[in-house]
Nanobody, 123 residues
Framework: QVHLVESGGGLVQAGGSLRLSCAPSGSILRINEMGWYHQAPGNLRELVAVGNGDGITNYADSVKGRFTISRDNAKNTVYLQMNNVKPEDTAVYYC?????????????????WGQGTQQAVVS
C-alpha cells in the first residue's frame, strides 16, 4: 500500500520561509499529479498548489508570488517553498498525489493523501 510521507512544517514568524516536502512510500508506477492542500480550523480543505508531470502548475490566488511548488521526478518528491508567510497561512498542510500502480496485469490510479503537517505562522 502506498502512503505519502510529509516533512517540514512547524512554527515560523510572519515574513519568514519554510519548505515542505512529500514523497510516496511503496512501489509506484508513476505520479500523474502531485501537490498541496491546506485546512485551517473551521474551514474546508483548499488547494494551495498542484502540478502535473508536464510541468503545469496551479496556485491558489492567496499564495501566488509567495509559494512555489516543485518536483524532483527522480525522487518522486514534491516540495512547497513557502516565502513571506502570513498568519493566515496557518493551517494543516496535506500532500496530495494521483498515483498509478501495477495491479496484476493492469494499472490502477487513485488519489492519495498524506497525514497532514501543521504549519503555524506567528506575527
Amino acid at each position: 500500500q502506498v502512503h505519502l510521507v510529509e516533512s517540514g512544517g512547524g512554527l515560523v514568524q510572519a515574513g519568514g520561509s519554510l519548505r515542505l516536502s512529500c514523497a510516496p512510500s511503496g512501489s509506484i508506477l508513476r505520479i500523474n499529479e502531485m501537490g498541496w492542500y491546506h485546512q485551517a480550523p473551521g474551514n474546508l480543505r483548499e488547494l494551495v498548489a498542484v502540478g502535473n508531470g508536464d510541468g503545469i502548475t496551479n496556485y491558489a490566488d492567496s499564495v501566488k508570488g509567495r509559494f512555489t511548488i516543485s518536483r524532483d521526478n527522480a525522487k518522486n518528491t514534491v516540495y512547497l517553498q513557502m516565502n513571506n508567510v502570513k498568519p493566515e497561512d496557518t493551517a494543516v498542510y496535506y500532500c496530495y498525489a494521483r498515483i498509478s500502480t501495477r495491479e496484476g496485469l493492469g494499472v490502477s490510479s487513485r488519489d492519495c493523501w498524506g497525514q497532514g503537517t501543521q504549519q503555524a505562522v506567528v506575527s
